[in-house]
């Protein structure tokens, strides 16, 4: 992820969604910022105006079903 405003942005809430062949959702789950970010601190500055960062996250597979994903930002 990356913040091209020249301001600081605040961390969005993330929702990962797990699809099947058809694009009917299998599974959804939105992640506000403190369930991915540790640093209390980091939250309140959200993203440095040109920073750059990378989000790792879990997902238990829901099994052959799901063929696709989709994330996005809110």
Do not use: C
Not at 5 to 34: E, S
Request: hydrophobic letters at 40%.
């Amino acid at each position: 992820m990356r913040n091209n405003a020249a301001f600081a942005q605040p961390w969005p809430t993330v929702a990962i969604t797990l699809l099947d062949v058809n694009g009917k959702r299998l599974a959804m789950r939105r992640l506000r910022p403190y369930e991915y970010l540790g640093d209390r601190a980091e939250q309140q500055q959200g993203l440095a105006p040109g920073a750059t960062t990378a989000l790792v996250f879990e997902v238990d597979d829901p099994g052959q079903r799901a063929v696709t994903f989709s994330l996005d930002f809110e």
